[in-house]
């Protein structure tokens, strides 16, 4: 097995296991059996238990971005790509591993504790506030409309966490569809 399939799979492992017991909860060696690597081979790719939750973060950015344009761009209108969010967001909250946004648990479990970790929480949810801002202009809203968005779809993963049924993105949805549709009539009028 090549360095970069055991990177993979290290990586793999332990955001399993952090997203299912925590990053503090998940010691080296509980990782080392799992991921079925020698302690050895576990810090020569990666040094210490900071670089290894670095990359799950690297990875699940990854993965939501991938997962969050699929959906958008397998809706028609530019109206269709904001409320895309929301249905991404319903799939995800129904997936038997989701426990919450990691990004958001990881700064709550480290952040004041680690600025590395912190900083990177803040720019992944600042890639997703411009993400949202790109739908929105290109759906031709104002630009108020985005925070607006961004907003409702961190307060529906926190709560479907908390309340663990995926019936918080169906209530953004709604919520997003009124807040989109007055948008764009203010879009509408603000252009003529």
Known sequence: MTSPEIRSRIVETADGLYNAKGIQ??????????????LKRLYQEFP????????????????WAAGLDAQV??????RARLLAIFDYLAHWFGEDSFRGCGFIN???ELGAMSPEVAEYARKHKESFQEYV????????????LAPQLSILAEGAQTTAAIAGSSEA?????????VLIDAA???????AA
């Open 169 to 177: 993105a169906g209530q953004a949805r709604r919520a997003a569809e």
């Open 184 to 190: 764009l009539r203010e879009g509408i009028r603000g």
């Open 25 to 38: 909860a998940v010691g080296m060696d509980e990782l080392r059996a799992a991921a079925h690597v020698s």
């Open 106 to 108: 990881s700064f709550a």
């Open 133 to 144: 801002g790109d739908l929105a202009e290109a759906a031709g809203a104002p630009p108020y």
């Open 73 to 78: 761009r397998a809706a028609g209108s530019p």
């Open 48 to 63: 210490s238990k900071s670089s290894i939750v670095m990359a799950v973060l690297e990875r699940r950015h990854r993965s």
